[in-house]
């Protein structure tokens, strides 16, 4: 019953800044967790940056601590990524989740089995 819906990725070079956008739909059921990963190519999922949405509290990775910004627009139901200082290292296919448990690393498939399609973010060096 809960869908959500990325947008706003594209191709940048190395330094440059994206915004990415989720909305997220499935009321009067909401997840308390949402959040952004990322999967590139032959590599893994990888937890980017989290929100308990009941208190606010985010969490970020450590590889994208201090460039990345998190945030939500609680009247539209709409997940953010501000993306700045991009990497190369941050080429990947970006997915907005929600879930049950606000976990970012030693994720589990049952703490967000809610998944959007994914922007494809491309970083040139």
């Known amino acids: 019953a809960v869908q959500l819906v990325e947008s706003g990725g594209g191709s940048v070079q190395t330094g440059g800044s994206l915004r990415l956008s989720c909305a997220i739909t499935?009321?009067?059921?909401?997840?308390?967790?949402e959040g952004w990963f990322r999967r590139a190519p032959g590599k893994g999922r990888e937890g980017v940056a989290i929100i308990y949405t009941v208190f606010g509290t985010i969490t970020y990775a450590d590889s994208v601590k201090g460039r990345f910004t998190l945030s939500r627009d609680n009247h539209n139901n709409t997940l953010f990524l501000e993306m700045n200082d991009l990497k190369s290292d941050d080429t990947a296919m970006y997915y907005c989740?929600?879930?049950?448990?606000?976990?970012?690393?030693?994720?589990?498939?049952?703490?967000?089995?809610?998944w959007g399609r994914g922007t494809q973010v491309t970083v040139s060096s």
């Open positions: 499935g009321n009067p059921y909401r997840p308390y967790c």
């Open positions: 989740a929600a879930g049950p448990n606000c976990v970012l690393t030693s994720v589990q498939d049952s703490d967000w089995p809610y």
